[in-house]
């Protein structure tokens, strides 16, 4: 007979931690759910449409935080963090703080990590005046700015063009993350291609060293983007970002056409490198997990989803992930709980 008193602790309730928690609640098993902001959604409840279809990113948020609200086995702890945690045989006893308020103390069998990541600070990147101009953003606040164009909620000003910058921060040794962010030509065609569709008439500039497309119908929304759109991809990285006349002057290196270029925009985007929060490491710390160079969750034993003995983890704290990724790996760190729960009830 199954053991409903086991008990699971997922910590980050962006997708990865809400799918983690839902196929563990529906196997029967109970799962505290923490999240250290106020609402679930994390990433996913920030973002405006998607790839590769032009999905809007809320409408499966909303699809999940509905089916853990009708969850019994689920218990939804938002604005709390994990202060501390001791092992206890094959049980976590966890010691949660409210932002405001008591803490409160779980006990659980197994942990799911899913903290999700941050950007890197382009501030670093001084030539292109992020923290200084006004209108150079990075990826996420650019989403934000789509979201309030898209809401309706006023007559926005159509800009002229917009120009986005990859790799600021990613595959650069000199800047300590010489990885590929994995995401980022992805999501800045879509952005790039979210603009020709809101203002038809602005000028989308795509400044790119290369672009990786692999996923299913990647390479073809990319294509899209340019053919359809028509986005302007141009190979090179600009050298500086300068304000004039109220707007801001892209300057690169067309490295295809051999030739200097620039470009005049009301908007920067930079695709800022994807990192680990700080918690992440806190957090394998406590819970006995690795972490590599970076500070991204280090898989044990081969097993991708994995992090220590009743400890795994899912999503962005691994490694880059898209909303995809995220979702199946939340599932994958849940179906490997279950097993364990099962594997403890078979061995009494």
């Known amino acids: 007979m199954k053991d409903k008193a086991k008990s699971a602790l997922v910590i980050g309730g ?6 983690a928690a839902l196929k563990i609640g529906q196997a029967g098993y109970n799962v505290f759910l923490v999240e250290k ?20 990113p809320q409408d499966l948020l909303n699809n999940k935080v509905q089916k853990i609200e009708k969850s019994r086995e689920i218990s939804v702890l938002t604005g709390m963090t994990v202060r501390n945690a001791n092992r206890d045989g094959n049980r976590f006893i966890v010691d949660l703080q409210a932002e405001k ?54 007559n926005p000003q ?22 590929c962010s994995k995401i980022c030509c992805m999501y800045t065609a ?46 090179g990285r600009p050298s500086k970002v300068l304000p004039e006349n109220g707007r801001l002057i892209v300057r690169a290196e067309d490295t295809l056409m051999g030739v200097p270029i620039e470009v005049e925009a009301d908007m920067v985007v930079l695709a800022a490198a994807i990192i680990p929060r700080p918690e992440t490491k806190q957090l394998a710390v406590l819970f006995g997990a690795k972490t590599d160079e970076y500070g991204f969750i280090e898989h044990e034993n081969y097993n991708p989803t994995k992090a220590g003995d009743r400890v795994f ?36």
């Not at 996913?44 to 999905?55: A, K, M, T, V």
């Not at 990613?170 to 990885?179: L, T």
């Open 313 to 348: 983890f899912a999503g962005a704290c691994g490694f880059a992930v898209e909303t995809q990724g995220a979702q199946y790996q939340g599932a994958a760190a849940a179906s490997e709980v279950v097993a364990l729960f099962n594997q403890d009830q078979g061995g009494k």
């Open 101 to 154: 308020g008591d803490g409160k103390q779980i006990v659980v069998d197994a942990v799911v990590l899913a903290t999700g990541f941050e950007l890197f600070d382009a501030s670093v990147y001084g030539e292109y005046g992020y923290g200084v101009y006004p209108n150079v953003m990075n990826s996420l606040e650019f989403e934000a700015k789509l979201k309030e164009w898209g809401s309706g909620a006023e």
């Open 158 to 179: 159509p800009p002229q063009s917009v120009a986005f910058i990859k790799c600021v921060g990613s595959r650069d040794r000199s800047k300590g993350h010489p990885y």
């Open 37 to 56: 902001e106020t609402v679930l959604g994390g990433v996913l409840g920030q973002l405006y449409s998607s790839f590769p279809r032009w999905e809007n």
């Open 190 to 235: 879509k952005q790039a291609g979210v603009i020709k569709d809101m203002f038809p008439a602005a000028k989308s500039y795509v400044f790119y060293m290369d672009y990786r497309a692999a996923g299913k119908d990647y390479e073809e929304f990319v294509r899209s983007v340019i053919e359809t759109k028509h986005v302007r991809y141009v190979r």
């Open 14 to 19: 962006g997708l990865a931690g809400m799918e």
